[in-house]
């Protein structure tokens, strides 16, 4: 069946640093990828999405590529912020399936 | 442009009282999802509905889960006779149309069940 992976949080890290949070996913044919963040007492926001193999979503500092050879949608982003405290979640959907299947989500602490 | 409302935010039952979480799309949207959290799990989804018709319960609990979406006011996901299981966040999204990437979420209710 189709599932997603993501690296276990909390994920701690001082400001300016690199960021990485791994994401990785099964599923048959081609699926579309996305990354949500939820702040603190908020909804979940669409970060960026990618919809076939090698694109790359970016919004407000964060990319990711869908890597169809390593099953993969990593996020990243070259200098956090304070303001990027927030709980992470990959999700995919099954072409243009309605469904959203998640990950658990990776909480992230950016200390100052 | 108003976002998703859910209501409440947070909600506190007994085993064997009756939850209902209420959920307003975005102006505009005729379609509505809803999603349950579990403790360190993430999202699953429930339900989907459009105006006045459920278009998929697949991940509705067979016995004491029920969802609407009336043609006018908020959809309403009810839990009847509540058990500690059912303590979770519970999510809303709506969409203009029927598409994943389309779909605005809420800020969850957090249901405990003491």
């Known amino acids: 069946g189709n599932s997603v992976t993501q690296m276990e949080g909390p994920v701690t890290l001082s400001e300016e640093a690199f960021l990485t949070i791994n994401c990785t996913y099964t599923a048959t044919g081609y699926p579309s990828l996305f990354w949500y963040v939820q702040y603190p007492g908020e909804g979940l926001q669409l970060l960026l999405k990618?919809?076939?193999a090698d694109d790359k979503g970016s919004n407000k500092g964060f990319e990711a590529t869908y890597r169809k050879e390593t099953t993969s949608f990593h996020l990243e982003k070259g200098s956090v912020q304070v303001s990027d405290s927030a709980v992470y979640f990959c999700?995919?959907?099954?072409?243009?399936?309605?469904?959203?299947?998640w990950g658990a989500g990776t909480k992230l602490i950016i200390k100052p | 442009n108003a976002g998703v409302m859910q209501n409440p935010r947070h909600l506190v039952r007994r085993r064997g009282q009756e939850a209902r979480l209420r959920c307003s799309p975005m102006?505009?949207?005729?379609?509505v999802y809803w999603y349950r959290q579990l403790p360190e799990e993430g999202l699953k989804f429930m339900v989907y509905?459009?105006?006045?018709?459920?278009?998929?319960e697949s991940g509705m609990p067979k016995e004491r889960f029920s969802a609407e979406f009336p043609k006018e006011g908020p959809s309403i996901l009810r839990i009847q006779q509540v058990v500690r299981g059912d303590s979770a966040a519970y999510f809303c999204?709506?969409?203009?149309?029927?598409?994943?990437?389309?779909?605005?979420f809420g800020p969850g209710t957090r249901l405990t069940v003491l």
């Open positions: 509905l459009q105006k006045e018709n459920i278009i998929d």
């Open positions: 999700a995919l959907s099954r072409d243009s399936n309605y469904q959203l299947i």
């Open positions: 990618a919809t076939k």
């Open positions: 102006k505009g949207h005729s379609h």
């Open positions: 999204a709506s969409s203009p149309q029927g598409i994943a990437n389309e779909q605005f």
